[in-house]
């Protein structure tokens, strides 16, 4: 059965690189799972919960946007930040969200970024607690 090999690049440092029978994304406008032999495809993270199957085994990280693409059984994912789920902290991504629910927003550019922390706390509060079920 041919395999993935999914490659995680963040502006920092290359996160992963793995085989993989099985990838799972959040993108901008729901969730897409990827097999070997997948169609090519271009498409616009969201902020959520990576999965990685391979060997029986799932791998679970926290993405923040970014962009996937899908060539040649090559899934590139390139994102802000990759965490893995197991190292999320469930009380700070609560305390990020509390504040930003209470945070001003009197223009579209502040309620802009107000919006896009409130998406990502929630984000990661939701791939925290499923890590830890």
């Known amino acids: 059965m041919p395999e993935l090999t999914c490659t995680v690049v963040t502006p920092e ?37 990576m999965r990685i199957k ?14 996937v693409q899908v060539a040649d059984n090559v899934v590139a994912v390139l994102t802000n930040r990759a965490v893995p789920a197991k190292s999320l902290d469930a009380t700070a991504a609560e305390s990020q969200l509390q504040a930003a629910l209470h945070k001003p927003a009197g223009t579209p550019e502040l309620m802009e970024i107000r919006d896009r922390q409130i998406a990502q706390a929630r984000a990661q509060l939701r791939t925290a607690r499923r890590a830890r079920l």
Do not use: C, M, W
Request: charged share 15%; hydrophobic share 40%.
């Open 13 to 49: 440092q290359t996160a992963l690189e793995a085989k993989a029978e099985f990838v799972a994304l959040p993108l901008f406008d729901g969730e897409i799972g990827i097999a070997a032999n997948h169609s090519p495809l271009i498409g616009r993270l969201g902020y959520g919960e």
């Open 54 to 67: 391979a060997g029986g085994q799932t791998q679970v990280y926290y993405v923040d946007g970014g962009f």
